[in-house]
Nanobody, 115 residues
Framework: VQLQAFGGGSVQAWGSLRLSCAAS????????MGWFRQAPGKEREFVAA????????YYADSVRGRFTISRDNAMNTVYLQMNSLKPEDTAVYYC?????????WGKGTQVTVSS
């Protein structure tokens, strides 16, 4: 499975960005899809995840109420709508999918939020 993320960039605080991540290759049987992030000098952390059906979503406490995860299974794409961005949201964002017990990672896209 190959993952390509799009949509990162620079924005001022309280602004919005929408990330997308398209999966290609062996996409059959992809289950959960999600996003993680890694800020400079910090460990990679969970941001949000969504089940195959889209019926279940999970969020880190730090983003709940501001970020919304969604997916389009026909396009093998997962999205992350990020609103009310804060400087502490600055990080490289990575998409992640689970397929047949294995985890796959994209290369990441930079999000920078200035105050």
């Amino acid at each position: 499975v190959q993952l390509q993320a799009f949509g990162g960039g620079s924005v001022q605080a309280w602004g919005s960005l929408r990330l997308s991540c398209a999966a290609s290759g062996r996409t059959l049987s992809i289950l959960d899809m999600g996003w993680f992030r890694q800020a400079p000098g910090k460990e990679r952390e969970f941001v949000a995840a969504i089940s195959w059906s889209g019926g279940s979503t999970y969020y880190a406490d730090s983003v709940r109420g501001r970020f919304t995860i969604s997916r389009d299974n026909a396009m093998n794409t997962v999205y992350l709508q990020m609103n009310s961005l804060k400087p502490e949201d600055t990080a490289v964002y990575y998409c992640n999918v689970e397929r047949m017990g294995a985890q796959y990672w994209g290369k990441g896209t930079q999000v920078t939020v200035s105050s």
